[in-house]
């Protein structure tokens, strides 16, 4: 999240824009803002088709909720996790179920909330209950 944070240069001089990554591990492989979230989404997408990138190996993040409309398109490119700074529909939640797709939500910083796959995920630092 700290190197995500890092990318956001848009955001940060003029607000209102949001922001999509395609990532390995830690490593960011193609960052973009747009005003509209589904054409962040979907300059990613042309990224991976144009470079041969395959998805199932690699996070998708954004800024914004995660629809059912990103988690289809998340699944459609082979990305196994969505992770977003914002929020979720219900909807999107039905979709991740549908497709068995990692859903991660209101991550900022060292928190966040597992949605749907948590039994997937592996802890540096298990969560208490």
Same mark, same amino acid.
């Given at each position: %999240?700290?190197?995500?944070?890092?990318?956001?240069?848009?955001? !940060?001089?003029?607000?209102?824009?949001?922001?999509?990554?395609?990532?390995?591990?830690?490593?960011?492989?193609?960052?973009?803002?747009?005003?509209?979230? @589904?054409?962040?989404? +979907?300059?990613?997408?042309?990224?991976?088709?144009? @470079?041969?990138?395959?998805?199932?190996? !690699?996070?998708?993040?954004?800024?914004?909720?995660?629809?059912?409309? %990103?988690?289809? !398109?998340?699944?459609?490119?082979?990305?196994?996790?969505?992770?977003?700074?914002?929020?979720?529909?219900?909807?999107?939640?039905? %979709?991740?179920?549908?497709?068995?797709?990692?859903?991660?939500?209101?991550? !900022?910083?060292?928190?966040?909330?597992? /949605? @749907?796959? @948590?039994?997937?995920?592996? /802890? +540096?630092?298990?969560?208490?209950?």
């Amino acid at each position: %999240m700290t190197i995500l944070r890092h990318h956001n240069e848009v955001y !940060k001089q003029a607000g209102a824009v949001h922001g999509c990554a395609l990532c390995q591990g830690a490593e960011i492989i193609f960052f973009c803002e747009d005003v509209g979230r @589904h054409n962040a989404v +979907d300059a990613i997408a042309g990224y991976m088709w144009l @470079h041969n990138i395959a998805g199932d190996d !690699k996070i998708f993040y954004t800024t914004g909720r995660l629809t059912s409309e %990103m988690v289809i !398109k998340a699944a459609q490119m082979g990305i196994p996790v969505l992770l977003s700074r914002s929020g979720i529909t219900q909807m999107g939640l039905e %979709m991740a179920r549908r497709t068995g797709m990692i859903l991660i939500s209101r991550a !900022k910083g060292r928190h966040f909330l597992v /949605y @749907h796959r @948590h039994d997937k995920i592996i /802890y +540096d630092d298990p969560p208490r209950r």
